[in-house]
RNA sequence: GCCGAUGUAGCUCAGUGGUAGAGCACUUCCUUGGUAAGGAAGAGGUCACGGGUUCAAGUCCCGUCAUUGGCUCCA
């Protein structure tokens, strides 16, 4: 008999030799049905494993993340062998699962086009129906060599070769076999919906010299209507694409005759970033930041200086000539050397730090032309930027000051679920960053310190630091569950020392002050796109570009609208009268359609009696109010949901 | 940058080798209304751009540009 350890510590008493599967059936039959994959022990495992000593069980169903990616991963399987059989000669080369479904890239001879997508779906289910079991088998190096060298498939063979014999393992299902590390569900038929969802082209080990392979993105469930919601979910996120609000809200555009990636502004779209930007700067204010403003270029010795140029300089915009020989100019990439410059201005103080100069700072890349999109990926950008300079002792308690600021405005937007990415340097890889060892340790070290003491939830990534320094990423999650990446915090010991930046200590010795990099926002582009994901273009009321409609109910009223939205004005509420010869009815879809919190409709009652009549967008009538009685309630709705502090 | 898809009116899209279309938006007129589309008329296009095939190209072929889904990259 074993012992087996369930996770609420409960403890299971069987034969040896007994199965996840039969410990699922000791505790009841319903979770039996469902249990699609374990762990045994720290091992993923089938359900169908032999346990043989006594361990720790943990049971996984399609709600579990490992039970998912189990799903998923067999799913890749499933998909492989219906790509065999449609694409003779194909060969296949991996297929994980991701976060949402999974792949398989293929080496293929035909095309694989998206006209097949059907085919593919329907031999996908015809292979899943067989109710095939998932088996593990152990096999030599040589016979796994063999199997793959007599298909010609070179790359399961380098696969194979970075694996040590006795650790290789195959999986076979009906007469489909692939080299697999395990962790399957019991069978095929488990797999009852399955769609592709995407064909991409990708690169051999992610490694661009490489050959580039097809890859077939699919996602699986055991339900169909698990795969409807899903596919339901993508809608919504289709209809709150930033793209499509962006253009139907009059907030944003571009032009093929400006550029590429060059987004410009509508009035409606800069009122609001307007909007945004002061809610940043009143914090900062308060927060002791100082205002500066830097130009949109720099001489290029500026970004040797900082190691922008050596690192950037030949895949950015190229630098600008001047009618004088020899004299160029990059658009400027970043704002910190201009920053570095303007503390230098004048000898610091140790009295003097620490000092915040802050700057909604344009800045300039040249972005892949492939790796453009909306205003999440640009050319050009605002950045919230600003610079602190302090002094060692200081760079604990600046760093947590910063992150309440971060998280002040995450709140202020209605970004409730968030995580923090502490971003530190590739051990395996220190040729990639400048400066030395020692000030990167003590950097890395501040940051892990003051995300700790601040108590935010973090995930640490190696190799994603910026090549000056270790970074702290705020990554939130909008309304769909969608994963962005936000604000930024960066300490930078090497900058300093780059532009020999001092201050005279206490001991009237100069002194190397530490900076802090930082954007609350990132850029303003970026923050707007995902807002408006988030919100699906209904803005927070303070933010949104008009607060209310006026719909007088015909013409008659038009000079009562304008008088009443002029009187709004003077309490600061924003809007606009809709004049057009055209039915309330209309005019109230019409305004709805536009996402304005506010409708006011006026006619011979409310002008008579000097009220309106309220309705809210997407709730509907509200009722006669008062005048004044409708500016209290607009303003305490927008006290309501921005945060004071 | 690489692989795939797409590019027709301001917007969303139809048009599969034979005279360039629809809905919405826009303009004018009628209508002056009470909580999600009132009616009529009109205007609007170098079918992304450049070549080619053809008696004939929005449609087929090649190239360029842009958009887009991925890959790689991201100070």
Sequence with gaps: MIHVTLPDGAVKVLP?????????????????????????????????TPITTDAKVTLFTFDNEDGKKAFWHSSAHILAQALEKLYPGVKLTIGPAIENGFYYDVDSPTPIREEDFKKIEDTFLECAREKADFIMRSVSKTDALAKYKSEGNEYKIELIENLNDGEITFCDHS????????GH????????????????????????????????????FPKQKMLDEYLDLLEQAKQRDHRKIGKELELFTFSNKVGQGLPMWLPKGAMLRERLEQLLKKAQ??????????????????????????????????????????????????????????????????????IRFAEFGTVYRYEQSGELHGLTRVRSFTQDDAHLFCRPDQVEDEFKK??????????????????????????????????????????????????????????????????????????????????????????????????????????????????????PFGSMERFVAVLIEHCAGKFPLWLTPEQVAILPISEKYNENAEKLLNLLN???????VDDRNEKIGRKIRDTELKKVPFMLVLGEKEVENNTVSVRKHGEGDMGTFKIEEFANIINEEIKKNLVNN
């Design 402 to 519: 910063v992150i309440d600021l971060v998280l002040y405005v995450f709140k202020a937007l209605g970004f409730e679920n968030y995580t923090a990415q502490i971003s530190l340097r590739d051990p395996e890889n220190k040729t990639k960053y400048i400066g030395s060892d020692e000030n990167w340790i003590k950097a890395e070290r501040a940051i892990v310190k003051a995300a700790n003491e601040k108590g935010l939830k973090t995930v640490v990534e190696l190799g994603e630091a910026a090549f000056y320094g270790p970074k702290l990423d705020f990554m939130v999650k909008d309304a769909l569950g969608r994963s962005w990446q936000l604000g930024t915090i960066q300490v930078d010991y090497n900058l300093p020392e780059r532009f020999e930046l001092e201050y005279k200590g206490n001991d009237n010795e100069m002194h190397r002050p530490v900076m802090i990099h930082r954007a």
């Design 185 to 220: 569900i019991p069978n095929t038929g488990i797999v009852k919906a399955f769609k592709v969802m995407n064909v991409a082209g990708a690169y051999w080990r992610a490694d661009q010299t490489k050959n580039q392979l097809t890859r077939v993105y699919g996602i699986s």
């Design 570 to 576: 003077n309490y600061e509420i924003r809007g606009f």
């Design 16 to 48: 040896s030799g007994s199965t996840p599967m039969d410990v699922a059936m000791s505790i009841s039959e319903g979770l039996a049905r469902n249990v699609i994959s374990a762990k045994v022990n720290e091992t993923t495992v089938e359900t169908t």
């Design 175 to 182: 007469n489909f076999t692939d080299l697999c590390r395990g």
């Design 285 to 354: 204010l308060k927060a002791g930041y100082l205002p500066v403003i830097t130009p949109h270029i720099g001489a290029k010795d500026l970004y040797v200086t900082s190691g922008h140029y050596e690192k950037y300089g030949a895949d950015s915009f190229q630098p600008i000539l001047t009618p004088h020989e020899g004299e160029t100019f990059l658009l400027k990439p970043m704002n910190c050397p201009h920053h570095c410059e303007i503390y230098k201005s004048t000898p610091r103080s140790y009295k003097d730090l620490p």
